[in-house]
């Protein structure tokens, strides 16, 4: 049984960082990509920055310059550096993982960020 769990939201202050991760357990065997997704209020889930298993980084547009996504392979482990956070990344935050080639989501944590 595989699980990934978020961590690391909260609500701050436009302007200031956030650290999310997203750790994979369980019989964990191969990781290949890592995703992170956001969801706000009345819209649709929009992907955010993809980590390929060799380290490869992509995001969206809104997002580069601001955010920087990595992994630690040992520990089964993708963070999110967010920093100058705006009000419009206010949402829920979701990891994706393709883990033993299959996708798994986790149950989000939510990023509230004040004007």
């Known amino acids: 049984q595989v699980q990934l769990v978020e961590s690391g939201g909260g609500l701050v202050q436009a302007g200031w960082s956030l650290r999310l991760s997203c750790a994979a357990s369980?019989?964990?065997?191969?990781?290949?990509?890592m995703v992170w997704y956001r969801q706000a209020p009345g819209k649709e889930r929009e992907w955010v920055a993809r980590i390929s298993s060799d380290g490869t980084p992509n995001y969206v547009d809104s997002v580069k310059g601001r955010f920087t996504v990595s992994r630690d392979n040992a520990k089964n482990t993708v963070y999110l550096q967010m920093d100058s956070l705006k009000y419009e990344d206010t949402a829920i935050y979701y990891c994706?993982?393709?883990?033993?080639?299959?996708?798994?989501w986790g149950p989000g944590t939510q990023v509230t960020v004040s004007s």
């Open positions: 369980g019989s964990v065997f191969s990781i290949n990509d």
């Open positions: 994706q993982a393709y883990i033993n080639n299959l996708p798994y």
